[in-house]
């Protein structure tokens, strides 16, 4: 699996990602500067990782969702390669378009940071291949803004088509239909709020989130 | 030219630092505030002759997260 993670200016969670596709896929992501308009050739995989890009100035993602690598990664995505956002990510994508949706400022104002109970909806995704469908998974949170946010219409259509991939098994931050992470309409773009990557090895506390890796490389060969 | 937007979360979107600031002008003494929304102002210079089109091209394209937010566009005249 070819992989590279992009990099913006306030990004903090890119190293720990660049390590878990390492450790899966035995192979080190090439890491891509937001300033770059070109991605390497033949990438299966795009990952964008938490932080907060630009100081969350305007908004969450915003600014980074006008960068010149983002013209890039969105006409990967359009071409199939599998782009992978998280927390911060997440917020990018959907500051992109390339998600449905916006991400507020959690219901309870405050920073949430700890341990939090999902389930899997969709076991059928590329990125979730490795997991059953209604399983519980713990995965670390650690955002300001992960209130998951749409019109009823929008929420429906994610439904109705499998595309909310994780759910919080209790409220965490106020997030509609308690939604913590979706697909695209083509199945090949996730955003999650929580940190598959900070759950890879023992020392994490737990390998829960190694099989997100583990699916992908499956996918993706 | 100046040009100010004004950008506010859409009717029905909960708005959690609005209500921090309602719950903290309670804790103050004031009564009968009855609801607040926290929203964000943006002042813009811009060419002269630059067209109501192009503003709220911008708006939509950058200043306002159009899912959840409205924008308002006021030239410095109305402003003032």
Not at chain 1, 35 to 54: K, N, Q, T
Not at chain 2, 5 to 27: C, F, R, S, W, Y
Not at chain 2, 67 to 74: A, K, S
Request: net charge negative.
């Amino acid at each position: 699996m070819n992989s590279a993670v992009i990099v913006f200016p306030g990004s903090n969670c890119d190293r720990d990602l660049a390590e878990a596709l390492r450790l899966v896929s035995g192979r080190a992501p090439a890491m891509v500067w937001h300033r770059e308009s070109e991605l390497p050739h033949g990438l299966d995989l795009i990952a964008v990782p938490g932080g907060f890009s630009y100081g969350d100035y305007l908004r969450s993602g915003a600014m980074a969702a006008q960068s010149p690598v983002m013209r890039a990664v969105k006409e990967a995505a359009e071409g199939g390669v599998m782009v992978l956002g998280i927390c911060n990510g997440f917020q990018v994508l959907t500051e992109a378009r390339l998600l449905p949706g916006a991400l507020m400022r959690n219901a309870g104002i405050r920073f949430i940071g700890r341990d939090v109970a999902l389930r899997v909806e969709n076991g059928q995704s590329p990125f979730t291949a490795r997991y059953d469908a209604g399983e519980e998974i713990v995965f670390p949170v650690a955002h300001h803004d992960g209130n998951y946010q749409a019109d009823a219409e929008t929420l429906d259509r994610l439904e109705g088509e499998g595309r909310v991939a994780f759910r919080y098994a209790g409220d965490v931050n106020g997030s509609a239909r308690g939604i913590a992470g979706i697909l695209n309409e083509a199945g090949n773009v996730l955003g999650l709020m929580p940190h598959p990557e900070r759950m890879v090895e023992p020392a994490h506390g737990g390998e829960g989130g190694r099989r997100l890796f583990e699916g992908l490389l499956e996918t993706v060969g | 030219m100046k040009v100010r937007v004004l950008v506010t979360l859409k009717n029905g979107v909960l708005d959690p630092q609005g209500k921090a600031i309602h719950h903290a002008l309670e804790g103050l003494g004031f009564a009968g505030v009855n609801d607040v929304r926290a929203g964000k102002l943006i002042e813009l210079d811009l060419a002269d002759g630059t067209g109501d089109a192009e503003i709220e091209e911008m708006c939509r394209r950058l200043l306002a997260n159009t899912v959840i937010e409205n924008f308002r566009i006021e030239r410095a005249e109305q402003a003032a």
